[in-house]
């Protein structure tokens, strides 16, 4: 058995109090090994989303995020601006979020990504896609991006694996320590609730953060078990990495004091000198992030989409009572408990209104703050007898603070990828308990062989599959956005963002060749749930526009008039409500025009050119219009100013020596005639 390191800063726990047959410990597994095999179990486990598309916020990250998409030479706009700026690329939007968010690391992996694994983007027709001025287009390949996701996930399993063993037995192998490393790990692998993180590229930002923090612990470790300070280093760069990467690894700045008060016997001094790196770190992230997004962590948002501790009172969204915040925010700390418990049903949507307005009258509610209140009862008498238990538990409570919604507005009531990191307090509960399980259930202490574990590590087996078949099933669903929308939709009902998001998404799959037949049928779905939107969120801009999109292609245009019409009412500088309204004028003229509905028809064209000016097509409907009517002198005016727009095209000059054959001029007639031929011999014929 490996000797435990000598000087004065010895692990906690003696050998002697856990001391197990030779026989035994030469049974265990070397670090190596069980690395390797937890690695394959995560691959086990996710490898099932190596063919998914992108899905939910990877377009904000991604795909459409001009600096992500530029590649390498887009590292310096990530590195300049909010991560949401290359997104939304206007001003002001980058920050709908109270205090902005700065988290560029993943945003340049995902460039560098981009850069080295685009391809080329391709019509329906097999093309080569370009966009209005000739430059092709191009595509990100998402099998990438999964596949880093997956080793990057296997890689924080495993530090998880190494640094408990780091905490309760560095420098030798033991049966307790390699029994709780072992359930740690595992059930950390196998938990559904990471497969927001894992399966969606986007919460690759859940990943590095904690990847990062754990690396910069185990190195801390290291460096003070074998009095190596150039290890130090290490822990710089791996915790400004994590802090980079997301901010809420700066509660490792609470934690790591508590690991080494836990699990050495450094004193108060020596601690302090420890933890410098993680300052450090922390100190240099907060002035590049300070300097990029300013000292102002802004005020709370008033869109129910940003702020959901607001509601609606008398039409106007007015603040929740302070007992309604609270008791909303102590429903939602529950609700995480119980879903690290029994992790059924997930979503990836708990915007409002799924989860609903609580009150202290609500037993969930109450039960909630009875299982905070114990676990922080149990947890502080365990500080000075430093107990492990009491450990799991300060490190979960520290890193679920951040996304709490006490701490910091976090935009959303909760979410399931913000127990990521406090998991890991979790399942290291779970493998104290497991050792503590064991000991009791074997009279003879302490227990000597392998064999006497059997119980605890059947036990731990039997979660593992659960968790590892739920997790393989739930990654389905994020197979890509449609698939994801319409299966969550089934729990989070009550979601205005969701209900939404379910919306857009069929009307932008109604209008694939493949849907042809079920276009009409998945428009009026797709109102069905944009109209529950609007019930939950009256306000909800986006889903009032996506109901006048959805209008416009059913052709039932009045209605499409009354949605852009009530997006300008509540936002009357949003671009898209005007824009879409005026093609829907352009669109509607064309209609009632094929109709013979002639005073509708031009009553809309006009309206449209007045919003969008002398665009081609609505000249070219005018002018058709007028024609029609017998009014050739307008028809020419409007042929003549689409020319104008247009003079390479060919059905342009067409049109205009049509109407001035018609007009009574057969010489300008023929001049565009010949003009229109020059360009395509066989138009007219």
Not at 347 to 376: C, Q, W
Not at 483 to 507: C, H, P, Q, Y
Request: contains cysteine; charged residues 20%; aromatic residues 12%.
């Amino acid at each position: 058995m490996a000797k435990s390191p000598k000087g004065k800063h010895q692990p906690k726990h003696s050998p002697k109090k856990n001391l197990v047959a030779t026989g035994t410990v030469s049974l265990i597994p070397s670090a190596k090994v069980i690395s390797t095999l937890l690695m394959v179990f995560c691959f086990l486990l996710y490898g099932n989303t190596l063919n998914h598309d992108y899905t939910q916020d990877d377009a904000i990250v991604i795909y459409d995020n001009m600096y992500t998409t530029q590649g390498i030479s887009g590292i310096p706009g990530i590195l300049k601006y909010d991560t949401f700026k290359g997104f939304f690329k206007v001003e002001g939007k980058d920050k709908l979020v109270s205090g902005g968010r700065y988290r560029p690391f993943t945003l340049i992996m995902f460039a560098i990504e981009w850069q080295l694994f685009k391809k080329e983007k391709r019509t329906e027709t097999g093309q080569v896609a370009k966009d209005a001025d000739g430059k092709i287009l191009y595509e990100g390949r998402p099998f990438i991006s999964h596949f880093i996701n997956i080793l990057l996930y296997g890689l924080t399993t495993i530090l998880v694996y190494l640094l408990v063993l780091n905490l309760l037995s560095p420098g030798r192998s033991d049966l307790r320590t390699f029994t709780v490393a072992l359930i740690a790990a595992l059930l950390f692998a196998a938990h559904p609730l990471h497969t927001e993180a894992v399966a969606n590229i986007k919460g690759r930002d859940e990943i590095l953060t904690l990847l990062g923090a754990l690396a910069a612990a185990y190195y801390s470790f290291q460096a003070f078990y074998k009095k190596n300070n150039t290890l130090e280093i290490a822990v710089f760069v791996c915790f400004f990495i994590a802090l980079m990467s997301k901010e809420n690894a700066i509660t490792f700045l609470g934690v790591v004091p508590l690991m080494y008060w836990f699990f050495t016997d450094a004193k108060i001094g020596k601690i302090a000198m420890k933890t410098l790196p993680f300052f450090g770190a922390a100190v240099l992230f907060l002035i590049i992030r300070f300097s990029i997004l300013g000292a102002d962590l802004g005020d709370e948002s008033n869109e129910l989409m940003n702020n959901p501790f607001i509601k609606v009172v008398g039409n106007q969204y007015v603040d929740f009572s302070l007992g309604e915040k609270m008791a909303t925010i102590i429903f939602t700390l529950g609700k995480y408990l119980q879903l690290l418990v029994f992790p059924h049903p997930l979503t990836h949507d708990y915007y409002p209104r799924h989860v609903e307005i609580m009150g202290f009258g609500n037993i969930k509610v109450i039960l909630s703050l009875i299982a905070y209140l114990a676990m922080t009862i149990y947890a502080i008498p365990g500080i000075k007898k430093k107990d492990p238990v009491s450990f799991g538990i300060l490190f979960f409570l520290m890193t679920t603070s951040i996304i709490s919604n006490i701490v910091f507005p976090v935009g959303t009531n909760m979410s399931e990828r913000f127990m990521f990191m406090p998991s890991v307090g979790f399942t290291f509960i779970l493998g104290i308990l497991g050792w503590r399980l064991a000991k009791k259930l074997n009279k003879a202490k302490p227990i000597a062989n392998l064999s006497q574990l059997t119980v605890i590590f059947a036990i731990t087996a039997l979660v593992t599959v659960a968790f590892g078949i739920k997790t393989v099933v739930r990654n389905m669903a994020w197979k890509n956005n449609y698939t994801l929308f319409t299966t969550d939709i089934e729990t989070s009902k009550n979601s205005a963002k969701l209900r939404n998001a379910v919306g857009g998404e069929m009307i932008a799959q109604s209008s694939k060749p493949e849907n042809k037949n079920r276009e009409t049928e998945m428009l009026r779905t797709a109102q069905v749930h944009l109209q529950e939107a609007i019930r939950i969120h009256p306000n909800y801009k986006a889903a009032y526009l996506l109901l006048g999109n959805s209008s416009n292609y059913l052709k039932d245009y009045e209605q499409a008039f009354k949605y852009y019409n009530q997006v300008l009412a509540i936002d009357a500088n949003d671009e898209n409500g005007f824009n879409n309204l005026g093609i829907t004028y352009r669109d509607a003229g064309k209609f009632y025009g094929e109709k013979g509905d002639f005073a509708k028809a031009e009553k809309y064209l006009t309206k449209a050119l007045e919003m969008r000016g002398d665009e081609y097509e609505i000249l070219r409907l005018l002018g058709i219009l007028n024609g029609t009517r017998g009014n050739h002198p307008a028809a020419i005016q409007y042929f003549q100013k689409a020319v104008n727009k247009e003079p390479k095209n060919a059905q342009a000059l067409f049109n205009l020596s049509t109407a001035y054959q018609y007009g009574g001029n057969p010489e300008n007639a023929q001049i565009y005639l010949q003009q229109a031929r020059a360009i395509n011999p066989n138009i007219g014929k």
